[in-house]
């Protein structure tokens, strides 16, 4: 079955340095990406998406790589600071054209950021 | 500007007691509503979605109802408790649409004991 998943189930990195969260999807059909950020006891943020016809895409500070030939996702946080710490979730869209967002999340990367 | 409320934030229920979640959307007209459960460090597993008043999908079989009475409130039901109901359930919210991001509510911690 589908299923969207994650290399790493904990990151910890210095402050300042870069951080790169990994993800791998399994439906090479998905047209839409994800990338959130939770909180402890917080819904989750929404950080940046991409769609399938794109392998880059930038933010402030942060930057989304796709890679469908081996369905590779990843999420790359420059200059990480204390308060990113926290779980950040990739989702595959399924939806296919049913009218609603049918998002399938991975297990997430916890980030720890030391001062 | 759109916002998502749920409530409430916490609660500890017996097993066997009955639920009800709520969650209203406000800023915005028409928008798929959906329903996750989070376990402890795990992902989001999605229970339900609405594209409509009265229209409910459910996406896995389980213990759980949810029900559309209004364009922008959504509420997540069960008449008896089990243990495995324990969880973090968030609310979500969507444009109309096959894609776009998701904005979720707060979330609500459920504990049955």
Known sequence: ?115 | SQTIHQWPATLVQPVGSPLSLECTVEGTSNPNLYWYRQAAGRGLQLLFYSVGIGQISSEVPQNLSASRPQDRQFILSSKKLLLSDSGFYLCAWSVRGNTGELFFGEGSRLTVL
């Not at chain 1, 990338?35 to 500070?61: A, L, V």
């Not at chain 1, 399924?94 to 990367?109: A, E, I």
């Open chain 1, 1 to 115: 079955g589908e299923s969207v998943g994650l290399h790493l189930p904990t990151l910890s990195v210095q402050e300042g340095d870069n951080s790169i969260i990994n993800c791998a999807y399994s439906n090479s059909a998905s047209d839409y990406f994800i990338w959130y950020k939770q909180e402890s006891g917080k819904g989750p943020q929404f950080i940046i998406d991409i769609r399938s016809n794109m392998d880059k895409r930038q933010g402030q500070r942060v930057t989304v790589l796709l890679n469908k030939t081996v369905k590779h996702l990843s999420l790359q946080i420059a200059a990480t600071q204390p308060g990113d710490s926290a779980v950040y979730f990739c989702a595959e869209n399924l939806s296919m054209n049913t009218g609603f967002q049918k998002l399938v999340f991975g297990t997430g990367t916890r980030l720890l950021v030391s001062p």
